[in-house]
């Protein structure tokens, strides 16, 4: 086991709602990413958060949007759900660079 | 823009036979290349790395990767296969215009091993 928590492990919604993910880090980590796997795919890069801040984000709408809490929890908030958004979101807490620590996933279906 | 490729979607192997699961990259400048494994319902498990250095990389779980920068190529072996390393595999890189944890994955190969 990793040490990264994700809530809920699955969860439906319908097209137009928004959905809020949770993740807690492994202890110790101060830096948490967010990727999106759909279905037989590799994960791709929603952003990531380094002490609260947001400092690096791929190819997605604002739309996605986070949050970093001082014990380096998250959230990941996704508005006006689309069918394509259903997906695996998986965080991942690192210390060191590039090395990451994945919780298992919140499994999402957009109605 | 960093890429990498899986040509295989799934490879077969027997059990305590060899095994290799293939990835090729593209990327400008020097290459962070990485192998994760993720097993069904569970998130991805960090198997080794190459930064610099000596291009055979070695991992966990007995697993290794050798870079060869000739052949653009980061493929992962492992001498004896148990039916335990069945799972998908991921390579991915470093996209070094994004944040230090931004990686780009490839598409994944199914790893089957027989008894």
């Known amino acids: 086991e990793t040490g990264v928590t994700q809530s809920p492990t699955h969860l439906i919604k319908t097209r137009g709602q928004q959905v809020t993910l949770r993740c807690s880090s492994q202890?110790?980590?101060?830096?948490v990413s967010w990727y999106q796997q759909a279905l037989g795919q590799g994960p791709q890069f929603i952003f990531q958060y380094y002490r609260e801040e947001e400092n690096g984000r791929g190819n997605f709408p604002p739309r996605f949007s986070g949050l970093q809490f001082p014990n380096y929890s998250s959230e990941l908030n996704v508005n006006a759900l689309e069918l394509d958004d259903s997906a695996l979101y998986l965080c991942a807490s690192s210390s060191e660079a590039e090395k990451l620590f994945f919780g298992s996933g919140t499994q999402l279906s957009v109605l | 823009a960093q890429s990498v490729a899986q040509p295989e979607d799934q490879v077969n192997v027997a059990e305590g036979n060899p095994l290799t699961v293939k990835c090729t990259y593209s990327?400008?400048?020097?290459?962070?290349l990485f192998w994760y494994v993720q097993y069904p319902n569970r998130g991805l498990q960090f198997l080794l790395k190459?930064?610099?250095?000596?291009?055979l990389v070695k991992g966990s779980y007995g697993f290794e990767a050798e870079f060869n920068k000739s052949q653009t190529s980061f493929h992962l072996k492992k001498p004896s296969a148990l039916v335990s390393d069945s799972a998908l595999y991921f390579c991915?890189?470093?996209?070094?215009?994004?944040?230090?944890?931004?990686?780009?994955f490839g598409t994944g190969t199914l790893l089957a091993v027989q008894p």
């Open positions: 202890s110790g980590h101060n830096t």
């Open positions: 990327v400008s400048g020097n290459p962070y």
């Open positions: 991915a890189v470093r996209d070094w215009g994004g944040a230090t944890n931004k990686l780009i």
């Open positions: 190459y930064i610099t250095g000596d291009n």
